[in-house]
């Protein structure tokens, strides 16, 4: 069988020291031989920057790039000549990570919060401390926004906060540090599609049975990725520096979580467009249409 030659380009976590990306299945899936049965003769390319895999799109050297969908939606507003394809990860939850010493939300009374500003909005994390904790916002707890999920880990970790909404592989790091989880914390704070997979309307008017196999296999990938937790841990260790106890603790809180669907959740969507283009002409609807490719949304279930 001939293969078609397909690049895609995934980053890798910004000042992580270059261990964490967000979706790694395509080393497994290389591994296992799922891209070759599909007709496509992968490269797997790390490319670090959004706009240099932007500019590799552009030109016709990659064919697809996963991308912060925060990152991704920003770039789409200012040009308007990609599309969203799909996500293998819709959702991932920051976790509440808290100074050595702390052992609860109650002890966090007279501490600092720090927390990047553009995902968190300050009506449910209040609500939260109130009810879990009967801690109030200004007058238990000092709440100091930071630009970057990474000036958040960095605040913690260098003791200037106590305690710190961060994503999950800053939240391993800063536990490797002696910091420690909270136990009980819900999902009030997300960064809805942390990986969103684009391409050109170009690629996707020329290569559109490319794009659907493509796709296909890396949900298989995901599919096996998560299903061969030993291979995973080792291809971690490997390939990007994890210790054995941090491999671990990536793929069980941090991979498992990948999405075999490589569909678009609507919901999530909505919630970044809601974050990111609040105002934009037409509404949140409009501006999905716009984005989404044909078929990259997964269906959305009726009433009952």
């Known amino acids: ?84 394809i799909g996500s293998s990860l819709n959702s991932c939850p920051y976790r509440l990570i808290a100074a050595p010493g702390v052992a609860g939300l109650k002890d966090l009374k007279g501490k600092i919060l720090v927390y990047r500003e553009s995902v968190v909005q300050s009506g449910p994390l209040a609500r939260t401390f109130q009810e879990k904790a009967g801690l109030k916002i200004d007058a238990d707890l000092t709440l100091n926004p930071v630009q970057g999920d990474q000036d958040a880990y960095e605040a913690l970790v260098g003791g200037q906060a106590q305690a710190a909404l961060l994503p999950r592989q800053y939240g391993f790091l800063a536990e490797e540090k002696g910091c420690k989880g909270i136990a009980g914390w819900p999902d009030v704070v997300d960064d809805p599609l942390p990986v969103s997979i ?60 990948l999405d075999d669907s490589m569909t678009v959740d609507r919901r999530h969507l909505e919630n970044l467009l809601a974050q990111v283009a609040p105002d934009y002409p037409g509404g949140a609807g409009k501006l999905a249409g716009a984005w989404l490719a044909p078929g990259a949304a997964r269906p959305q279930r009726g009433p009952a």
Not at 246 to 251: D, G, I, M, Q, V
């Open 1 to 84: 069988m001939s293969l078609t030659l397909f690049t895609a380009m995934f980053g890798k976590l910004e000042g992580a020291g270059g261990i964490f990306a967000r979706d790694v299945a395509g080393y497994a899936g290389i591994e296992a031989g799922i891209y070759r049965r599909r007709g496509l003769d992968l490269s797997w390319l790390h490319v670090q920057g959004t706009e240099e895999r932007y500019r590799r799109l552009e030109s016709g050297a990659a064919d697809v790039s996963f991308v912060v969908g925060r990152a991704a939606l920003k770039h789409f507003l200012a040009g308007g000549a990609t599309r969203i």
């Open 198 to 257: 684009e391409t050109t309307e170009k690629i996707l008017r020329d290569k559109p049975t490319e794009l659907a196999a493509f796709l296909s296999a890396h949900g298989e990938a995901v599919r096996h990725l998560k299903t061969h937790r030993a291979e995973t841990i080792r291809m971690l260790g490997e390939k990007f520096g994890h210790a054995p106890t941090l491999a671990e603790k990536t793929f069980d809180e941090y991979l498992v979580l």
